[in-house]
C-alpha cells in the first residue's frame, strides 16, 4: 500500500513538474509505436494512407513527431518502401471536411506543410502504470487523435471527444 501511494505522489509530482501543455516530449529519431495503454496502437493501415488500429506492435505502427512553436505533425516512419513514407497525419484526402485520420503530403519529407487536420498540440497524461504519457489535440477538428472505436482495424479520427493517451515511452 505504501509502495503504491508513493508511486501515485511520484508521478504527480512528475505531472506538475512537466505541466499539463505545451510541453516537448522526447521522441525517437526513427519512431516510435504510438500505443494506448491497452496496446491499441496507431497504424498506417497496409503501409497507408488510412490511419486504423492495430492490436500488438508492427512496422506500420511507428511515427515520429516534428515540432514547430506549440505545433505538432506527426509523420509515417514505419516503412520507407511505403509511398506514404514520411507523409503526416491529416485529413482523409487532404479534405477540410473529413476527419477520418489518413497520410498525406509528404512528398517523401517530413510535413514540408501540414496538411488539413494535421496540426497538433499535446496533451500530457498519466497512463493506468502511473506514468506519464501524451494526447494530440487537432487545432482544426477542436478535439483529439483517437480510434472510433478499440477494435482492431477501427479507423482513427482526428475529432475524438475521448483522447487517447499514448504511451510513447
Excluded at 494506448?36 to 496507431?42: A, K, P, V
Excluded at 472505436?149 to 475529432?159: C, K, R, V, W
Aim: glycine share 14%; charged share 10%.
Amino acid at each position: 500500500m505504501k509502495r503504491r501511494i508513493l508511486v501515485v505522489l511520484g508521478a504527480s509530482i512528475l505531472a506538475i513538474s512537466l505541466g499539463f501543455g505545451g510541453r516537448e516530449v522526447a521522441y525517437a529519431q526513427s519512431g516510435t509505436a504510438f500505443c494506448g495503454y491497452t496496446n491499441e496502437c496507431m497504424n498506417a493501415w497496409g503501409g497507408g494512407p488510412n490511419i486504423n488500429v492495430n492490436n500488438g506492435v508492427t512496422a506500420n505502427d511507428y511515427f515520429a513527431v516534428s515540432q514547430s512553436g506549440n505545433d505538432y505533425n506527426i509523420y509515417f516512419t514505419g516503412s520507407s518502401s511505403s509511398p506514404y513514407a514520411l507523409d503526416c497525419i491529416g485529413d482523409a484526402g487532404n479534405s477540410p471536411t473529413d476527419a477520418r485520420a489518413a497520410l498525406s503530403q509528404g512528398n517523401g519529407q517530413i510535413c514540408p506543410t501540414a496538411p488539413w487536420g494535421g496540426v497538433f498540440t499535446e496533451r500530457l497524461c498519466l497512463l493506468p502504470n502511473a506514468t506519464a504519457g501524451v494526447a494530440f489535440y487537432d487545432t482544426h477538428w477542436k478535439g483529439y487523435l483517437g480510434p472510433a472505436s478499440g477494435g482492431n482495424g477501427a479507423a482513427f479520427y482526428l475529432n475524438s471527444t475521448n483522447p487517447i493517451c499514448f504511451d510513447l515511452s
